[in-house]
């Protein structure tokens, strides 16, 4: 008898745990989260950055420099997803993977790496062209931090 009176709620139980476990990037809340790597105020909507464990837990950084060097002392292994914000869209993020970096000393990030992400390598030449800097992959720019 409890058996069967305990089959709905063991579904609805794998259903929330289910939902719960969902890996998505949560919205970075501008002046309310703190940077996980230097403990500041995560401001800049053309700078900041975050990730998502493979188990949900959410990293948030006020800089991209700030994200990269978290990642250094980590193991890369169990993130899932990999965001930075769009320099040309501010607030809007975009794969850390797939975008385009520039170092320009002409563009202020706020840790002073003069670190900005773009959506495609066209976007970061256009800067580059009026700026100046060096462009980088998100491979490249691993190993340009790690060198350090």
Same mark, same amino acid.
């Given at each position: 008898m409890?058996s069967?009176? *305990?089959?709905?709620?063991t579904?609805?139980?794998?259903l929330l *745990?289910?939902?719960?476990?969902k890996v998505?990037?949560?919205?970075?809340?501008?002046?309310? #989260?703190?940077? +996980? !790597?230097?403990?500041?105020n995560?401001? @800049?909507? =053309?700078?900041a950055?975050?990730?998502? =464990?493979s188990?949900?837990?959410?990293?948030?950084? #006020? %800089?991209i420099?700030?994200?990269?060097?978290d *990642?250094?002392?980590?193991?890369? @292994? /169990?993130? %899932?997803?990999?965001?930075v %914000? /769009?320099?040309?869209?501010?607030?809007?993020?975009i #794969?850390?993977?797939?975008a385009? !970096?520039?170092? +320009?000393?002409?563009?202020? +990030?706020?840790m002073?790496?003069?670190?900005s992400a773009?959506s +495609?390598k /066209?976007k970061?030449?256009e800067?580059?062209q009026?700026?100046?800097? %060096?462009?980088? =992959?998100?491979e490249?720019?691993?190993?340009?931090?790690s #060198?350090?």
């Open positions: 409890k069967k009176l *305990l089959k709905p709620f579904g609805i139980f794998i *745990l289910t939902i719960s476990c998505e990037p949560q919205p970075i809340e501008y002046g309310k #989260d703190q940077c +996980s !790597f230097c403990k500041m995560v401001v @800049d909507k =053309t700078h950055a975050q990730y998502v =464990t188990k949900g837990k959410q990293f948030k950084f #006020d %800089a420099e700030c994200m990269v060097n *990642l250094i002392e980590k193991n890369e @292994d /169990n993130i %899932a997803i990999l965001l %914000a /769009n320099y040309g869209n501010p607030g809007e993020m #794969d850390a993977t797939t385009a !970096f520039l170092i +320009s000393k002409e563009i202020k +990030s706020p002073g790496a003069n670190l773009f +495609s /066209n970061a030449e800067l580059q009026k700026h100046g800097g %060096a462009i980088y =992959t998100w490249t720019l691993k190993q340009k931090f #060198d350090k």
